[in-house]
């Protein structure tokens, strides 16, 4: 009988800086109403259970031959104040004030839509996805590889690899990557169930670093994002991580080199040296030279701080290039890396974890 198993293991990620992780939509202005809380509606439910007369007026509205624009706003108007949200919605979240400012004040201005970003669900339940998690310890891991290697290839999915010895060459035809050499086939990471109000809608302001100075650009998104440590609130999620030897120690799967390579302690090892080295090539970059941002200086020293102890880890959207590149001889020589961020709070860059053993 093999030696070799399937070998389980328990993480805990606690959430230092706001996560967003979108479902790849964006809510239109009759999908949702903000009150004390965002509130998801399902409209086709609440306008199946109106009685005659409101659904008629409804219907009136929809009817107005004047700009469309202007139908929107009466129309989100009228959901607004007449839905019961307890009812009909399909789940809700903590906003901040600065989106309910926000929705107050465009509120009837038919050229402010007012799209809002969700945390990607299943059902009612926010969630980290297990392929998220496992594409950042991915990331971090080759970069590990790269240290120890040089490679020849330019390509970003041909250098991973070349570092994964998952290449094919054949003579006359270009290289390829091949999946079935890929040792990653033997991790797998389950999804992870964020707890109850865990998430919040907040405006993500993007800065600029221009002219020595760091000021706010007119990108500004409201995104669903996650609390956190360095928010006062925090957050823990447990997950697992799966690594299954017996497909690495088969030897007609050409996999059987990295058995001893692919194991939780060099994962968590090569995520802490990465995301560190990434932080602080992003502080120094975004911040060197600048007047002002001591605040965000300061929230770069507690993301250090508070990962004491564990391992950190950076996931979700905003994470930045210098983030999600293996080495910095991949990045595009025409893309501007670190120089500008988007922020909540003004002061808090996106996606920062701490992993627990």
Same mark, same amino acid.
């Given at each position: 009988?093999?030696?070799?198993?399937?070998?389980?293991?328990?993480?805990?990620?606690? @959430?230092?800086?706001?996560?967003?992780?979108?479902?790849?939509?964006?809510?239109?202005?009759?999908?949702?109403?903000?009150?004390?809380?965002?509130?998801?509606? #399902?409209?086709?439910?609440?306008?199946?259970? +109106?009685?005659?007369?409101?659904?008629?007026?409804?219907?009136?509205?929809?009817?107005? *031959?004047?700009?469309?624009?202007?139908?929107?706003?009466?129309?989100?108007?009228?959901?607004?104040? #007449? /839905? *019961?949200?307890?009812?009909?919605?399909?789940?809700?979240?903590?906003?901040?004030?600065?989106? &309910?400012?926000?929705?107050?004040?465009?509120?009837?201005? =038919?050229?402010?839509?007012? =799209?809002?970003?969700?945390? /990607?669900?299943?059902?009612?339940?926010?969630?980290?996805?297990?392929?998220?998690?496992?594409?950042?310890?991915?990331?971090?891991?080759?970069?590990?590889?790269?240290?120890?290697?040089?490679?020849?290839?330019?390509?970003? *999915?041909?250098?991973?690899?070349?570092?994964?010895?998952?290449? /094919?060459?054949?003579?006359?035809? =270009?290289?390829?990557?091949?999946?079935?050499?890929?040792?990653?086939?033997?991790?797998?990471?389950?999804?992870?169930?964020?707890?109850?109000?865990?998430?919040?809608?907040? $405006?993500?302001?993007?800065?600029?670093?221009?002219?020595?100075? @760091?000021?706010?650009?007119?990108?500004?998104?409201?995104?669903?994002?996650?609390?956190?440590? +360095? +928010?006062?609130?925090?957050?823990?999620?447990?997950?697992?991580?799966? @690594?299954?030897?017996?497909?690495?120690?088969?030897?007609?799967?050409?996999?059987?080199?990295?058995?001893?390579?692919?194991?939780?302690?060099?994962?968590?090892?090569?995520?802490?040296?990465?995301?560190?080295?990434?932080?602080?090539?992003?502080?120094?970059?975004?911040?060197?030279?600048?007047?002002?941002?001591?605040?965000?200086?300061?929230?770069?020293? *507690? @993301?250090?701080?508070?990962? $004491?102890?564990?391992?950190?880890?950076?996931?979700?959207?905003?994470?930045?290039?210098?983030?999600?590149? &293996?080495?910095?001889?991949?990045?595009? =020589?025409?893309?501007?890396?670190?120089?500008?961020?988007?922020?909540?709070?003004?002061?808090?860059?996106?996606?920062?974890?701490?992993?627990?053993?």
């Amino acid at each position: 009988m093999s030696r070799f198993r399937q070998k389980t293991y328990e993480i805990r990620a606690e @959430i230092l800086t706001p996560v967003h992780i979108g479902d790849g939509s964006e809510l239109e202005p009759l999908e949702y109403v903000i009150k004390d809380r965002f509130y998801k509606v #399902n409209l086709e439910e609440w306008l199946s259970s +109106l009685s005659d007369e409101k659904a008629s007026e409804f219907k009136k509205l929809t009817g107005r *031959d004047y700009a469309q624009k202007a139908v929107l706003t009466s129309l989100r108007k009228y959901v607004r104040d #007449n /839905i *019961d949200v307890d009812k009909f919605n399909e789940w809700s979240a903590d906003v901040s004030d600065a989106v &309910i400012k926000r929705y107050d004040e465009k509120f009837d201005a =038919p050229e402010n839509q007012l =799209p809002m970003s969700p945390f /990607i669900r299943t059902g009612q339940k926010a969630y980290l996805p297990g392929s998220s998690i496992k594409g950042a310890m991915r990331t971090a891991y080759l970069n590990s590889l790269s240290k120890a290697r040089t490679t020849r290839e330019k390509r970003a *999915d041909l250098v991973e690899g070349e570092l994964l010895d998952a290449i /094919i060459r054949k003579e006359g035809k =270009p290289p390829i990557f091949s999946i079935d050499k890929d040792p990653f086939r033997a991790v797998k990471i389950k999804d992870a169930f964020l707890p109850e109000n865990s998430t919040f809608f907040s $405006e993500v302001i993007n800065y600029n670093k221009k002219d020595n100075c @760091i000021n706010p650009t007119s990108i500004q998104i409201l995104s669903e994002v996650t609390f956190g440590k +360095l +928010l006062n609130r925090p957050i823990f999620v447990d997950f697992e991580i799966i @690594i299954d030897e017996r497909i690495l120690s088969h030897t007609d799967s050409d996999l059987h080199a990295h058995k001893d390579k692919i194991t939780l302690e060099k994962f968590l090892k090569a995520c802490d040296i990465f995301y560190r080295n990434c932080l602080k090539e992003e502080r120094d970059t975004f911040l060197s030279n600048v007047t002002g941002g001591e605040n965000i200086r300061k929230t770069y020293k *507690d @993301i250090l701080d508070a990962a $004491e102890g564990g391992f950190l880890l950076r996931l979700g959207w905003g994470s930045g290039l210098i983030s999600m590149t &293996i080495s910095k001889e991949l990045r595009k =020589p025409e893309k501007s890396y670190g120089r500008s961020k988007h922020l909540v709070n003004s002061r808090l860059p996106l996606g920062y974890v701490k992993l627990i053993l």
